[in-house]
């Protein structure tokens, strides 16, 4: 194999896939990121047996090949190379050579037959989707995922598609984000599949802000063609909890704010919060609301936010990570927060999003 290219088209692929990489991995190959000429492009893969990820780039091809190098120690060299114009070629014994003008690097690879092969999605019916649309939907919904790993159907977001409607659903546990937006195409096919947070972060991190992409579901694995920008996953296997039974009806105790205020309020409160003393407290009285928190040898904040608030005088209790991560990825001025009880959950409905919360015990 031989091609010639830049520094900065090689490491922005290399980028790309590596992030996959699980570092010391049991299998050494794993830790490799796999390099192929393909037409006039080079194809660049990187897997942890759970999620792959491929990526085309321009090169100039001399020679057709192919073969595995270690991807820190590549990402490394091709970072701190001088020059722009890069040529790399490869050797018998899986040896690597990478030159510029003033500089050459050896480095051993291995061969291509040692990688895993990705799954092939043949004859599968493909979804369409707005790539912008899916971007800012998964900034509504991933935060809530959870973390525990012995809840894993939970570690994960489920993805439903039925008819003409996307929904996006995703749970710890003590928070529920949920999303339907309407497709602009109909499709047969209908899609019931639980998506790790790991491909949701590749995804995200890939995802443009125009064009669209390719769904293709296979048997409990997914892929997303971005382009030039490949994502396969496994898929988690379980039952995702029925979320429908558990969204509180309409309720017309609802505090108007603006959403930046209450944001840098909560922020600023959340400073005091420990481990033992997380709740921040917020009392409604008409047409205001004080945020406050007070930590036992920390100390105490208050604040007040002029609101739209009709209903009772009342306090109640949130976590204030669970109020900061959905302010800051909503875009509207002003959010609804609907809040009945002191022991029942907060919730924020904005067009097609519904946003679930449990309260906090005041101690």
Same mark, same amino acid.
């Given at each position: *194999? $031989? #091609?010639?290219?830049?520094?900065? +088209?090689?490491?922005?692929? /290399?980028?790309?896939?590596?992030?996959?990489?699980?570092?010391?991995?049991?299998?050494?190959?794993?830790?490799?990121?796999?390099?192929?000429?393909?037409?006039?492009?080079?194809?660049?893969?990187?897997?942890?047996?759970?999620?792959?990820?491929?990526?085309?780039?321009?090169?100039?091809?001399?020679?057709?090949?192919?073969?595995?190098?270690?991807?820190?120690?590549?990402?490394?060299?091709?970072? &701190?190379?001088?020059?722009?114009? !890069?040529?790399?070629?490869?050797?018998?014994?899986?040896?690597?050579?990478? &030159?510029?003008?003033?500089? @050459? #690097?050896?480095?051993?690879?291995?061969?291509?037959?040692?990688?895993?092969?990705?799954?092939?999605?043949?004859?599968?019916? +493909? +979804? =369409?989707?707005?790539?912008?649309?899916?971007?800012? /939907?998964?900034?509504?919904?991933?935060?809530?995922?959870?973390?525990?790993?012995?809840?894993?159907?939970?570690?994960?977001?489920?993805? =439903?598609? %039925? $008819?003409?409607?996307?929904?996006? +659903?995703?749970?710890?546990?003590?928070?529920?984000?949920?999303?339907?937006?309407?497709?602009? @195409?109909?499709?047969?096919?209908?899609?019931?599949?639980?998506?790790?947070?790991?491909?949701?972060?590749?995804?995200?991190?890939?995802?443009?802000?125009?064009?669209?992409?390719?769904?293709?579901?296979?048997?409990?694995?997914?892929? #997303? %063609?971005?382009?030039?920008?490949?994502?396969?996953?496994?898929?988690?296997?379980?039952?995702?909890?029925?979320?429908?039974?558990?969204?509180?009806?309409?309720?017309?105790?609802?505090? !108007? !704010?603006?959403?930046?205020?209450?944001?840098?309020?909560?922020?600023?409160?959340?400073?005091?919060?420990?481990?033992?003393?997380?709740?921040? =407290?917020?009392?409604?009285?008409?047409?205001?609301?004080?945020?406050?928190?007070?930590?036992?040898?920390?100390?105490?904040?208050? &604040?007040?936010?002029?609101?739209?608030?009709?209903?009772?005088?009342?306090?109640?209790?949130?976590?204030?990570?669970?109020?900061?991560?959905?302010?800051?990825?909503?875009?509207?001025?002003?959010?609804?927060?609907?809040?009945?009880?002191?022991?029942?959950?907060?919730?924020?409905?904005? %067009?097609?999003?519904?946003?679930?919360?449990?309260? *906090?015990?005041?101690?």
């Amino acid at each position: *194999m $031989k #091609f010639k290219t830049t520094k900065e +088209v090689l490491l922005t692929g /290399i980028q790309t896939v590596q992030n996959v990489i699980t570092p010391k991995s049991a299998l050494p190959i794993l830790s490799n990121i796999l390099i192929e000429t393909h037409t006039n492009q080079l194809k660049l893969t990187a897997t942890d047996l759970d999620i792959g990820i491929t990526c085309l780039i321009p090169v100039d091809i001399q020679e057709p090949g192919s073969i595995t190098v270690p991807a820190k120690r590549f990402s490394d060299i091709i970072r &701190e190379l001088p020059g722009e114009e !890069v040529n790399l070629s490869t050797k018998k014994n899986n040896l690597v050579i990478i &030159e510029t003008d003033t500089c @050459q #690097f050896k480095i051993m690879g291995l061969s291509k037959e040692e990688f895993p092969k990705l799954p092939e999605f043949k004859d599968k019916e +493909v +979804v =369409k989707l707005d790539q912008g649309v899916l971007k800012a /939907i998964l900034n509504l919904t991933s935060f809530a995922v959870s973390f525990d790993e012995t809840r894993y159907v939970l570690n994960g977001i489920l993805f =439903k598609i %039925d $008819k003409n409607t996307l929904t996006l +659903v995703a749970t710890d546990g003590k928070r529920l984000a949920i999303v339907d937006k309407k497709l602009t @195409q109909e499709t047969d096919k209908a899609v019931n599949m639980i998506v790790p947070i790991k491909t949701i972060h590749e995804l995200n991190r890939n995802l443009r802000e125009d064009g669209e992409l390719s769904l293709i579901l296979g048997n409990n694995q997914v892929l #997303f %063609d971005l382009g030039p920008i490949v994502v396969i996953s496994r898929l988690i296997e379980g039952e995702f909890p029925d979320y429908r039974q558990v969204i509180p009806a309409v309720s017309e105790s609802k505090v !108007v !704010v603006d959403r930046e205020q209450f944001l840098l309020a909560v922020k600023r409160a959340a400073l005091l919060a420990t481990p033992d003393y997380q709740a921040v =407290k917020l009392e409604m009285f008409k047409d205001r609301m004080v945020v406050s928190k007070s930590t036992p040898d920390i100390g105490e904040s208050r &604040e007040e936010l002029n609101v739209e608030y009709h209903g009772k005088e009342m306090a109640i209790g949130f976590n204030p990570v669970y109020i900061i991560d959905v302010l800051k990825n909503l875009s509207e001025e002003r959010v609804g927060f609907e809040v009945s009880d002191s022991e029942k959950p907060g919730v924020i409905r904005v %067009d097609g999003y519904t946003y679930i919360v449990l309260p *906090m015990r005041l101690s």
